[in-house]
Structures are given as C-alpha cells and as structure tokens.
C-alpha cells in the first residue's frame, strides 16, 4: 500500500484555501456533483468508473499521485478478502466486514490430511471429509461426508462464538470468544476445553498444536518426535507445556504457525523463531540442526507479519507483502516469486497465496507461482487439497465444493 500523504493547500490572497489533495474519513465525505464515491482503505475519495478494471476511479483531489487513476487491486476495499473501506467499515453487497477484511459466507478454512472445515460468519463450524478418528466433530467416529456440517458439543448443540480455526493430521481445534480453545479428533469425537485461557490465536500441526495467549507467551500440546512442543524430544503431552527461549524466558508471540514437526511463531517484534525438525532446512536459521529451542529465521528481520509451516517447508510473509519459503532442501529463507500477497497457506510441500485483487497463486518445490482461481477470499492448503472461500461457499481442489450451506 502506498503511503499516506498529507493534506495541503494553495493560498490565493485572501480566498479561502483550496484543498490540492482531501484524505476522507468514511464514505459519506465522498460526494462529486450529488454522486457517491468509496472511501478506499488509503483514505482517497474514488468513484464509479466503468473504464477502469476495479470500476472505479480515484477522484481529482486524490493525493500521493493517484489523483484521476483507476483504482488498483493493491488499493482496493470492499470486495471478498480485501480490507473494509474506510471509516463506515463498508463492503460490496452481500459481504461482511470482520476483523478489518470482506468476508462472505465463510470468514476462514483449516485442512487438516483427509478433512477440512470452515467457520461461518455467524461463528459456528462446520466440517466435511474424513471421520475416522472423529475430526469432523461430529459426536462420532467414521461416517465420511462430502457435505460439510456443523460441529456439535457434547449436548448435540453447534459450536457458536467461535473466532479461528485450526486443523492437523487428524484434529481440528477452534478458538473461542472468550479466549478458551476446544478441540476434537485423534479419536476424541466431541470438542474438549484445553487447559489454557486468554488465548489469541492457535495452529495445527500434523500432531501437536500450539497457542499464543493474549500477553505473547506460547504454550504448544500434543506429539513431541522432534521437539516441536519446545522440549526435549519425547512421545509428547497431552498437558499444554510452555515454550520458552534459550535464557529460559517466555517468547512474546502475536501468531503461530505449526508443521509437520515443526513450529514457529512470530513475534510482536516481527521478528520469526522456530523449532522443531530442521532436517529440511524448515526452521530457516540456515543450517539442519534440529532443535527444541526456538531459532530466528535468518535474513527475515524485523519484518514479518505471517507465517505458515507444512512437511519440513514454511513460508513467511512480510510487511512488503513479499513471500520467503524455506525448508524441502533450502536452509535460507528464499523469495517466491510473486507480490502483493495478503495471506499465505502452506501443506506438504506446497504453498499458496492470495493476493491483492483475489488471485490465489500456488507453487511447490519445482514449481513456480501459478494461478489456481481468481476472486477469493479466505485460503487452506494440506498435503492432497487447496481450499478458498467464495462469497457464498467454497471451492476445494479435491472435494469440490463440500456444499456449505450458510445461514
């Protein structure tokens, strides 16, 4: 996004100033001759042009050089999965804004090895695929669906107030409002509470998961082959068990990011460490020494705003929203060659990003970027599917479309 710049003025004698650029505050202050504009997420006034390929076009008192051009993928609000227009937190019929973004019918995927699920805006789940070992949530086990349906509690009543999802080999968790995670699977067919609370945001690993509490610490359960909860490598423990670095001291996370053996979290810093297996290079401190002690990344710095880890590959996405991958052979984080990348998804060996304008790119260890579908929202990607929401569903490679009915 470009920089925002400030307002100035021309002064004609004793006239009333003239403004040469007018930054707006919502949608309401952009009215041209008795017609209504868009407040863009840049805070430049546009209006509907059919010549342009956004159908917009910023007005005459845009600033920061834009004045009278098209409006860009990169600059605009509104539509499925871009930022919400400014001030009014408007979308394009038909969408929702949460948490900044315009959301339809599903405002976030998870894919774990044979399921997915997905959480709808209202805040339940529903999930579709593989049951056998209860990791659709269903109060049972087996009974494979094509068709996606809600999770239910162990009263038989859907999932509601759910704010994230995040889904493993054959587990799914979901974080709730009040800052509490439940999760099901590995044979457990209701959701459980985990013993952690004000917790703000979680991810999946093939057999373990990890928490970022509210005050950044991370705490991580499950399998522990090699290290991937932040001890020593053991059979694991199903007891949440703290992360801390080399002085022995709690990290300060605002996300995580889980793998096959692997996890990493990005600090409020910006900054990303990781540990677990390194066998692959996937922890990107440039050398295979696996370890239970959280890493920096290296040549990442200070900039990072998103992670996501697969099968001994992840992927990190920046403030210059530039991809890095590393892992499968390369021990450096590396450049993938695409931009303007808003969110990022990784499984197996591949990866996948939305870009700005809805274009889902995906590439893979000998494989450049390349377009899988346009005009996307939320994204998921596992080892055999790759899952994007549309306005009113979703799309998977493999499943199709698991027939996602919203409310």
């Known amino acids: 996004m470009r920089a925002l710049a400030l307002a100035s003025v021309v002064l004609l004698g004793g006239c009333t100033p003239i403004a040469s650029a007018f930054r707006c505050a919502d949608s309401a202050a952009c009215v041209r001759e008795g017609v209504a504009g868009t407040c863009e997420a840049d805070h430049w006034c ?21 004045s009278n051009l098209c409006v860009t993928a990169a600059d605009s609000c509104g539509a499925l999965g871009e930022p919400c227009c400014a001030g009014s937190n408007a979308c394009q019929s038909g969408l929702t804004c949460t948490g900044g973004v ?11 090895d044979a399921h997915g699920c997905a959480l709808v805006h209202d805040g339940s789940v529903a999930c579709w695929g593989a049951n056998d070992h209860g990791q659709l949530g269903r109060g049972t086990s087996g009974g494979a669906g094509a068709t996606a349906a809600p999770v239910v509690d162990d009263h038989g009543v859907p999932l509601a107030g759910i704010s994230a999802i995040a889904a493993g080999g054959n587990h799914t968790c979901a974080l709730r409002g009040d800052g509490t995670v439940v999760c099901w699977g590995d044979d457990v067919a ?22 970022a509490l509210g005050n950044g610490a991370v705490w991580c359960w499950g399998g522990n082959d090699a290290g991937q909860l932040g001890t020593a490598p053991s059979a694991g423990s199903a ?31 910006h900054k990303l460490v990781c540990w677990g ?8 401190d440039g050398t295979s020494a696996t370890t239970s002690l959280p890493v920096v990344a290296a040549s990442l710095g200070a900039h990072v705003v998103a992670a996501a880890a697969g099968d001994r590959f992840a992927c990190a996405l920046d403030d210059a929203q530039k991809v890095s991958c590393f892992g499968a052979g390369n021990a450096a984080p590396t450049a993938v ?31 450049m970027p390349a377009v899988v579908r346009e005009g996307v929202g939320a994204i998921a ?3 055999g599917d790759t899952c994007s929401a549309r306005a009113d569903g979703v799309d998977c490679a493999t499943f199709g479309d698991p027939r996602l009915a919203c409310p």
């Open 190 to 211: 209701v959701p459980a509470v985990v013993a952690l609370t004000t917790i703000a945001a979680i991810a999946a690993g093939a057999h373990h998961t990890c928490a």
């Open 46 to 66: 546009s209006f509907a042009d059919a010549q342009c390929d956004s159908g917009r076009r910023y007005g005459e008192f845009a600033g920061d050089g834009l």
């Open 337 to 367: 060659a695409l931009d303007l990348a808003t969110a990022i998804a990784v499984g197996g060996t591949r990866g996948c990003a939305r870009r700005a304008g809805g274009t889902l790119s995906c590439w893979g260890p000998d494989l």
């Open 239 to 269: 007891s949440p068990v703290e992360v801390v670095d080399k002085a022995g001291a709690p990290l300060d996370a605002a996300s995580v990011a889980a793998g096959a053996t692997e996890s990493c979290a990005v600090g409020r810093d």
């Open 277 to 284: 297996s390194d066998g692959g290079g996937e922890l990107g």
């Open 381 to 383: 990607v596992s080892g």
């Open 102 to 112: 315009c959301a339809g019918c599903v405002t976030a995927l998870a894919l774990g």
